[in-house]
């Protein structure tokens, strides 16, 4: 699966400097992209946002907005294509203080107060087409407060991929870059509501919780320092399991192969080892990269 960002009132596409290879793109570039990304028989994109700085505020409202970017594409991408779209459910794209949800007065993400809001944005990336929702904020109990609005809303066959096992991880530094929310986030951290590194038993407790909720398949993020957690998953649940090789697990590996200290095969091996530990699929951003050498 890859992951694509696409960018409010840009033309074109824009180079992101922490992810090698990797470009931000304008809805007039999107097409050729997704068409690029088909032929090389990839069956489903991430979808992401980088929106306006100039919209961003407190409570992440452009994230409702039924027009906004993101909406924007994906339903570009439906009306010209047959490839599966996966949506992103979380606020910090959106938000003034780069956080996953709405914070309290003291300055920490209110769980039940973040839930609504949520919700709607569920409902918003469903509307424009979305086939996948991906919770990946980390709110208790979003899972099943997004399923019910899903099927109230006669959303049936909308699926939805929980990141029910996402840690609090220094690995997510490029991403952050580039959707822009690194700056509005700053020093803080997502230490109360993303999981320890530390800890399996509560990553396998979350899984659970978000399966019986109503999540079609499961999210473990990141990838290569927790195949334990994707085993581990795999194992106890038997469930459809994803996993994210995320921004800094890429960039690593392409610092190293660009400076010739690593073969480019490091790429493949690194993805072979998420499906030798359990993985069903496999987020990366060297998708294509990876498609075009095994179609070679």
Known sequence: IQPIFVREGLNGTEPINSLPGISRFGLDSLDKEIELISSLGINAVAVFPVIDPAKKDEGGTDSLNENNIVSQAIRQIKSNSDIAVIADVALDPYTSHGHDGILDEDGYVDNDKSL???????????????????PSDMMDGR???IR?????????????????????SKFYGPFRDAVGSSANLGVGSKDT?????????????????????GADMVMVKPGMPYLDVVKAVKD????????????????????????EWLSEDVMLEALLCFKRAGADCVLTYAAKEIATKINS
């Open 116 to 134: 609504p809001v949520l919700v709607e944005q569920a409902i918003v990336l469903a509307k424009a087409g979305a086939d996948m929702i991906a």
């Open 143 to 145: 899972v099943r407060f």
């Open 148 to 168: 019910k609005a899903l099927e109230d809303n006669a959303f049936y066959n909308t699926l939805i991929l929980s990141y029910a096992a996402k840690y609090s």
């Open 193 to 213: 509501y993303q999981m320890s590194v530390s800890n399996i038993e509560e990553a396998l407790h979350e899984v659970g919780l978000d399966i019986q909720e």
């Open 236 to 259: 106890e649940f038997k469930v459809p399991t994803f996993v994210y090789q995320v921004s800094g697990e890429y960039a690593m590996l392409k610092a190293a192969i660009q400076n």
